[in-house]
């Protein structure tokens, strides 16, 4: 089964931030590269890929989501594009806002982990652009000690995203794979 290793994500986070900072302070640079994203953001800008996230895991998705950008697509984190946005409860403003950005995106990577199951908002986002694209995968974050993902019942519909050395794989099942880039160009896992 092809999973992510959060260890290993968080190592490479480590290792691209040349001091690390504490969380107060990465809170506050955050604050203020967000302002200035949002000072230039436009409205009708796509995105190859809406990446759907807890929050909490927010070193591991900006890793991520900085490993995605390197290989050259665009990349949408509601907390790096929309800063204003209302994420601890459900509203129809958030709601609207978010159904924008999505008509905006291409597909979604659904960054599964322990702390994505109490999400909200995920599954509304996961169900939209299923219905919306097609094109969903999703990305489990595991912890070391977990061999298996046993995640709610219905990601099983979709394909997983594997990252294997600096290579992101969409696999079906073992033996059924199709690169990131073949997969956003179409491709169905073989």
Not at 5 to 29: C, D, P
Not at 42 to 61: G, K, T
Not at 103 to 124: D, G, H, Q, R
Request: charged share 25%.
């Amino acid at each position: 089964m092809a999973v992510i290793r959060k260890s290993e994500i968080l190592n490479r986070y480590n290792v691209a931030q040349r001091t690390l900072l504490e969380e107060a302070g990465e809170r506050r640079w955050a604050a203020n590269s967000l302002q200035d994203v949002f000072k230039s953001f436009s409205f009708s800008e796509q995105y190859d890929i809406f990446l759907s996230h807890a929050y909490s895991d927010s070193r591991v998705v900006k890793q991520i989501r900085d490993m995605l950008v390197a290989k050259g697509y665009s990349v949408y984190v509601d907390w790096i594009e929309d800063e204003q946005l209302e994420r601890s409860r459900v509203s129809e403003h958030t709601a609207t806002a978010l159904r924008n950005r999505m008509n905006n995106c291409s597909s979604l990577v659904y960054l599964t982990s322990v702390s994505a199951e109490k999400s909200v908002w995920m599954p509304w986002e996961l169900g939209y652009m299923d219905a919306r694209t097609g094109k969903v995968a999703v990305a489990p974050i595991m912890e070391d000690d977990e061999d298996d993902f046993d995640g709610r019942e219905y990601l099983g519909l979709y394909p997983y995203l594997d990252l294997t050395q600096d290579s992101f794989y969409i696999q079906r099942a073992p033996g059924s794979w199709v690169t990131f880039g073949g997969w956003m160009q179409g491709e169905k896992p073989k």
